[in-house]
């Protein structure tokens, strides 16, 4: 019998959050998902068995505490995640992702049911210009207001976690990429969308800039091995990186891309934007070793299938 059968899921109208609600049905668990609607896609989900959508602010406490207290477990997904906007609307993104967190945690705290809560951190942003590879004793270096945003959260977590009895994972995901992202802006949707329209790249900074994507059904599958884990958990903390231990520069993902289209698109270089990591990739050894956790998706294949998906859902 699972212990844990019925799971709010905050922001899971977004990218992610879509995908992984998808995958939650399909697992069987009840799903109820908080969403503002902010940047998420308003879509295919809603109507779905086992599932119900709730259109609030996760500030909202009054509102949203009926909702967490009925569950067993937390996705806490929603976030203003664009690092650039960070930097231009510091105090903004605090509030959005550190202010709304704590008062979650603080349902938490009373609740006499929900006691478990899954965060999504960032392995990029929260590191900087920390050297990679990374993994979870590299030291946490900041450059810009979402990267500390993310940086503040996980300690609030382990803190409530220690104080107040809570269970909780963290993960720090790389650069996510996968279908149903029809809303996003990075960078591997827009090449792809250039690649498309025949528009030439921009690259901020320099094309050996570089991240580690990780597709986002390995995501998925990851916070399924996490919430197996709550019945392992020794500690009442842990803290996982999601990556595919691959540093991919910008000039090798345009590669990838022409492989695929058969296009060669231009590239021109601007400014480097105040905020953003130079380069970055990360270990998961830790989440290989404790959940079983193995990415399944290649970057070719990755981008091979979401080139046709954007295609086919977004031009068509
Ligand atoms: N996509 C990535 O590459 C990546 C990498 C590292 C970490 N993350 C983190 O993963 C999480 C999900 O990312 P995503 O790419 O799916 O983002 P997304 O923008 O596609 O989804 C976020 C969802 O949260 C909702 N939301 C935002 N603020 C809200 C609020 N106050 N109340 C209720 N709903 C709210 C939005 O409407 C949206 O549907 C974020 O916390 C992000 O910081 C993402």
Same mark, same amino acid.
């Given at each position: ?13 977004g990218f992610i959050g ?27 989900? *809603? ?5 119900? @959508?709730?259109?609030?602010?996760? #500030?909202? %406490? !009054?509102?949203?505490? /009926? ?68 993994n979870e004793k590299s ?29 909780? *994972? ?5 650069? @996510?990429?996968?279908?149903?992202? #029809?809303? %996003? !802006?990075?960078?591997? /949707?827009?090449?792809?969308?250039n690649s498309i329209n ?119």
């Open positions: 019998m699972k212990e844990i059968k019925k799971i709010v899921v905050t922001g899971g109208l879509f995908n992984l609600v998808e995958k939650f049905l399909k697992e069987k668990y009840e799903v109820l998902i908080i969403d503002s609607m902010i940047s998420g896609t308003k879509n295919k989900i *809603i109507g779905r068995k086992n599932l119900k @959508v709730f259109d609030i602010d996760i #500030s909202e %406490k !009054k509102d949203i505490k /009926n909702i967490i207290d009925s569950c067993d477990l937390v996705i806490h997904l929603a976030a203003k995640g664009n690092v650039v906007e960070s930097v231009q609307e510091p105090i903004e993104n605090f509030n959005q992702n550190v202010f709304t967190t704590i008062q979650l945690l603080e349902i938490l705290k009373d609740s006499e049911k929900c006691k478990k809560i899954i965060f999504s951190s960032t392995g990029g942003a929260l590191m900087g210009d920390t050297p990679p590879p990374v030291c946490p270096n900041p450059i810009s207001p979402y990267g500390a945003s993310k940086l503040a959260c996980e300690g609030y977590i382990n803190a409530y976690s220690n104080c107040y009895g809570l269970n909780s *994972i963290v993960f720090r995901f790389g650069n @996510v990429y996968g279908p149903n992202g #029809s809303h %996003k !802006k990075g960078v591997v /949707n827009k090449f792809i969308r025949d528009i030439e790249h921009i690259i901020y900074g320099s094309p050996n800039s570089s991240r580690d994507y990780i597709h986002v059904y390995d995501i998925c599958e990851a916070i399924l091995l996490g919430i197996e884990y709550f019945s392992k958990m020794e500690k009442n903390y842990e803290l996982f990186h999601l990556a595919n231990f691959e540093e991919v520069t910008l000039a090798k993902l345009i590669e990838t891309i022409y492989k695929v289209s058969k296009k060669k698109n231009s590239y021109k270089i601007l400014d480097y934007r105040k905020g953003e990591v130079l380069r970055n990739f990360c270990s998961f050894e830790k989440a290989n070793n404790l959940l079983k956790f193995n990415p399944k998706y290649n970057l070719q294949k990755g981008i091979e299938d979401l080139y046709f998906w954007i295609l086919e859902n977004e031009f068509c």
